[in-house]
């Protein structure tokens, strides 16, 4: 009789997440058998929930697994699986790829245009993810060394580090001395990167949130000013930078009102990403923008990246701020994330 462990599922479309037991999976060639020790709850997570059925049983049918932010300890290596030891304690990189295509062998697996075509699919999102006792990881180039890092404090990192990380260094060449940035949202990705801007630009960061309490923690975590997130806050933006705006404008909510202001908030020639999935939609068009502005879209982020936000974790350079739920409390901890009550990040230890 096969052993069994708990998960953290997604059952029923329209439902919380519930406790299910599996069999315990074994890893077949190439693949390495994790004995998980932390799982990130994550937006994304809760935007699949919120969609109709006939979107998830098209992408994501369920029921399926939680959790696309792992980390744990090598357990059992496949046949023909090298690259990493029995014991050792890993982050597991998220969007896998076919690992062969241009993109790939350059690290962008998040790029993957194969990954689709071949049923390749990142954990949690797809494939069995971290919200289990144990978790199949594909292959070993998916696991980035945690060395003496807590694995609770530093399993956010793959996502709500990592995409921030991503999305800053394509705009470094505009945050020199004397540039401003102003950041959106000070929840799980947001807090990362007020830090992630303050360890490797030279800018003046100004967030903007609804909440009181979250402009509190964005002051705790390195903003220079914070503001109301509404269109009061062009005014403040304008006034600090000389009428200009600032030079790179970075949206972790997405939603149309904060989707809206990105325009307004941003200097000629200057970047705005959007990185919040709230659903909001920017019409681009001639003079909707300022002039020379770019605009992205980043998703995720590479496997080098990653390996540089450990590093940076490892030099005491970023924290991820956290509450920690056990999976028996996976479902309240997502309805804290709804709530927007959670300070940072919530993780789930098995």
């Given at each position: 009789?096969?052993?069994?462990?708990?998960?953290?599922?997604?059952?029923?479309?329209?439902?919380?997440?519930?406790?299910?037991?599996?069999?315990?999976?074994?890893?077949?060639?190439?693949?390495?058998?994790?004995?998980?020790?932390?799982?990130?709850?994550?937006?994304?997570?809760?935007?699949?929930?919120?969609?109709?059925?006939?979107?998830?049983?098209?992408?994501?049918?369920?029921?399926?697994?939680?959790?696309?932010?792992?980390?744990?300890?090598?357990?059992?290596?496949?046949?023909?699986?090298?690259g990493?030891?029995?014991?050792?304690?890993?982050?597991?990189?998220?969007?896998?790829?076919?690992?062969?295509?241009?993109?790939?062998?350059?690290?962008?697996?998040?790029?993957?245009?194969?990954?689709?075509?071949?049923?390749?699919?990142?954990?949690?999102?797809?494939?069995?993810?971290?919200?289990?006792?144990?978790?199949?990881v594909d292959?070993?180039?998916?696991?980035?060394?945690?060395?003496?890092?807590?694995?609770?404090?530093?399993?956010?990192?793959?996502?709500a580090?990592?995409?921030?990380?991503?999305?800053i260094?394509?705009?470094?060449?505009?945050?020199?001395?004397?540039?401003?940035?102003?950041?959106?949202?000070?929840?799980?990705?947001?807090?990362?990167?007020?830090?992630?801007?303050?360890?490797?630009?030279?800018?003046?960061?100004?967030?903007?949130?609804?909440?009181?309490?979250?402009?509190a923690?964005?002051?705790?975590?390195?903003?220079?000013?914070?503001?109301?997130?509404?269109?009061?806050?062009?005014?403040?933006?304008?006034?600090?930078?000389?009428?200009?705006?600032?030079?790179?404008?970075?949206?972790?909510?997405?939603?149309?009102?904060?989707?809206?202001?990105?325009?307004?908030?941003?200097?000629p020639?200057?970047?705005?990403?959007?990185?919040?999935?709230?659903?909001?939609?920017?019409?681009?068009g001639?003079?909707?923008?300022?002039?020379?502005?770019?605009?992205?879209?980043?998703?995720?982020?590479?496997?080098?990246?990653?390996?540089?936000?450990?590093?940076?974790?490892?030099?005491?350079?970023?924290?991820?701020?956290?509450?920690?739920?056990?999976?028996?409390?996976?479902?309240?901890?997502?309805e804290?994330?709804?709530?927007?009550?959670?300070?940072?990040?919530?993780?789930?230890?098995?």
């Open positions: 009789m096969s052993e069994m462990m708990k998960s953290l599922q997604y059952v029923t479309v329209g439902e919380p997440p519930r406790i299910v037991e599996v069999p315990k999976p074994k890893p077949g060639p190439g693949e390495v058998l994790l004995k998980v020790t932390a799982a990130g709850v994550c937006h994304s997570d809760e935007f699949i929930m919120s969609l109709p059925e006939e979107i998830v049983m098209t992408r994501w049918p369920v029921p399926f697994i939680l959790g696309h932010e792992g980390a744990g300890i090598v357990a059992e290596l496949g046949e023909g699986a090298t990493a030891s029995i014991g050792d304690s890993v982050l597991v990189y998220g969007p896998w790829g076919c690992g062969r295509c241009s993109y790939c062998v350059k690290g962008d697996e998040m790029l993957c245009p194969v990954a689709v075509r071949e049923k390749i699919a990142p954990p949690g999102l797809g494939s069995p993810g971290a919200m289990a006792e144990y978790m199949i292959s070993t180039r998916h696991l980035v060394p945690l060395g003496d890092l807590d694995p609770v404090a530093s399993v956010s990192l793959t996502d580090a990592l995409t921030p990380y991503h999305a260094k394509t705009s470094l060449p505009k945050l020199g001395a004397g540039s401003t940035v102003v950041t959106i949202g000070a929840g799980g990705l947001g807090h990362m990167a007020i830090q992630i801007l303050k360890a490797i630009t030279g800018a003046t960061v100004i967030t903007l949130d609804i909440a009181a309490d979250k402009r923690f964005a002051k705790e975590m390195g903003a220079d000013y914070v503001f109301d997130s509404n269109p009061q806050a062009v005014e403040e933006v304008k006034r600090l930078t000389g009428g200009v705006g600032a030079n790179v404008v970075l949206d972790f909510v997405g939603i149309q009102p904060t989707i809206e202001l990105m325009p307004q908030l941003v200097a020639g200057g970047d705005i990403q959007l990185i919040g999935i709230g659903n909001g939609v920017l019409p681009i001639f003079e909707s923008l300022p002039f020379d502005t770019n605009f992205r879209g980043p998703y995720w982020g590479a496997i080098p990246d990653l390996v540089e936000v450990v590093e940076m974790a490892k030099r005491g350079q970023i924290k991820v701020e956290f509450e920690a739920f056990s999976l028996d409390d996976g479902a309240v901890a997502y804290r994330l709804h709530a927007g009550t959670l300070r940072g990040r919530a993780v789930i230890v098995p």
